[in-house]
């Protein structure tokens, strides 16, 4: 099975920014539609970006204008830049793919989405 690996998170002031990097193996992240994913305490996972095949963007109406989604040179790393945060943002993110190689973004649904990674903790401190 890939597996992803999530990092990039931390302790940040609100307003601050960090940037979050998902990484798997092979051409996973080129295949298939990325999406990185938050998860508050006890609830469910909540769509934060998406990227397509084509780099076809996404971003979550919570977060639009301040967080961004794209892939390095390399097509090998997806990342998360995230700024003007807020400690609403705090939560365990993770990066997934959507369950099958379809060059567009389908959907937001979590559910749908396969993750294999451990995830990086974002806390926001106001």
């Known amino acids: 099975q890939v597996q992803f690996m999530e990092s990039g998170g931390g302790s940040v002031q609100s307003g601050g920014s960090l940037k979050l990097s998902c990484t798997a193996s092979?051409?996973?992240?080129?295949?298939?539609?990325v999406g990185w994913f938050r998860q508050f305490s006890g609830q469910e996972r909540e769509g934060v970006a998406l990227i397509d095949r084509e780099d076809k963007t996404h971003v979550s109406g919570s977060t639009q204008g301040r967080f961004t989604i794209f892939r390095d040179s390399t097509k090998k790393v997806v990342y998360l830049q995230m700024n003007d945060v807020k400690p609403g943002d705090t939560g365990l993110y993770v990066c997934?793919?959507?369950?099958?190689?379809?060059?567009?973004?389908?959907?937001?649904?979590?559910?749908?989405?396969?993750?294999r990674g451990q995830g990086t903790q974002v806390t926001v401190s106001s």
């Open positions: 997934g793919t959507y369950r099958t190689p379809t060059a567009h973004c389908p959907t937001w649904d979590a559910t749908v989405f396969v993750f």
């Open positions: 092979g051409d996973t992240l080129t295949t298939y539609c």
